[in-house]
């Protein structure tokens, strides 16, 4: 199975900006929603977003609501998290990953395809 490359991690000053992106294979992808979750050591992955099959409906965890945006391109088999207002407490590694599940889901379980990750560092 072709997996899910993300990108544009790296280093940014809290208040600053990043946006991930994730390639996706594309004789699938229009079937399943997307999200993204995040990993720092020691602790278990958490939810941070997920997006729907045909973009209707959007989750957000608490922490990052109102400051990341989850979206995708249907055309290019692209996902993508917009994260404004960085803060410390952001940093981790962020993972890409798809569902069947095509409204979309909050939930780890409910996500079968996963990234390798791309490190966030938010610098005080």
């Known amino acids: 199975q072709v997996p899910l490359v993300e990108s544009g991690g790296g280093l940014v000053q809290a208040g600053g900006s990043l946006r991930l992106s994730c390639a996706a294979p594309g004789d699938t992808f229009s079937a399943r929603s997307m999200g993204w979750f995040r990993q720092t050591p020691g602790k278990a992955r958490e939810f941070v977003a997920s997006?729907?099959?045909?973009?209707?409906?959007?989750y957000d965890a608490d922490s990052v609501k109102g400051r990341f945006t989850i979206s995708r391109d249907d055309g290019n088999y692209m996902v993508y998290l917009q994260m404004n207002n960085l803060k410390p407490e952001d940093t981790a590694v962020y993972y890409c990953?798809?569902?069947?599940?095509?409204?979309?889901?909050?939930?780890?379980?409910?996500?079968?395809?996963w990234g390798q990750g791309t490190q966030v560092t938010v610098s005080l």
């Open positions: 997006i729907s099959w045909n973009s209707d409906r959007t």
């Open positions: 990953a798809s569902s069947k599940v095509i409204s979309g889901s909050w939930s780890e379980n409910d996500f079968d395809s």
